[in-house]
Nanobody, 123 residues
Framework: QVQLVESGGGLVQAGGSLTLSCAAS????????MGWFRQAPGKEREFVAG????????YYADSVKGRFTISRDNVKNMVYLQMNSLKPEDTAVYYC????????????????WGQGTQVTVSS
């Protein structure tokens, strides 16, 4: 079992930066590939960034590639999402999640979710 709590969301102007944090509890945290998803009003939850099973590779949605960076600290049980050059279309609730199945791009591959943190980017 893993419990996840996101923080760090807020209101930022276009072109600005935010860093989201995800605090995990549970002794097995390090064995899970972690990911970030987001969901805008009226839209489906979409993949943003994630780790491979080994943790040696990272994956990004095309829409955030080059602007967002996912990282983790297994000692502190933390996952981060550094977001730069933010755009209004990045506005959404952002969720961190722990993956248990193979397809890292779909929410169904993740069994454990945080409550989400709101990111609003103004133009």
């Amino acid at each position: 079992q893993v419990q996840l709590v996101e923080s760090g969301g807020g209101l930022v102007q276009a072109g600005g930066s935010l860093t989201l944090s995800c605090a995990a509890s549970g002794r097995t945290f390090s064995r899970y590939p972690m990911g970030w998803f987001r969901q805008a009003p009226g839209k489906e939850r979409e993949f943003v960034a994630g780790f491979s099973w080994s943790g040696g590779s990272t994956y990004y949605a095309d829409s955030v590639k080059g602007r967002f960076t996912i990282s983790r600290d297994n000692v502190k049980n933390m996952v981060y999402l550094q977001m730069n050059s933010l755009k209004p279309e990045d506005t959404a609730v952002y969720y961190c999640a722990a993956r248990v199945r193979s397809d890292y791009t779909i929410p169904q591959a993740y069994d454990y979710w945080g409550q989400g943190t709101q990111v609003t980017v103004s133009s």
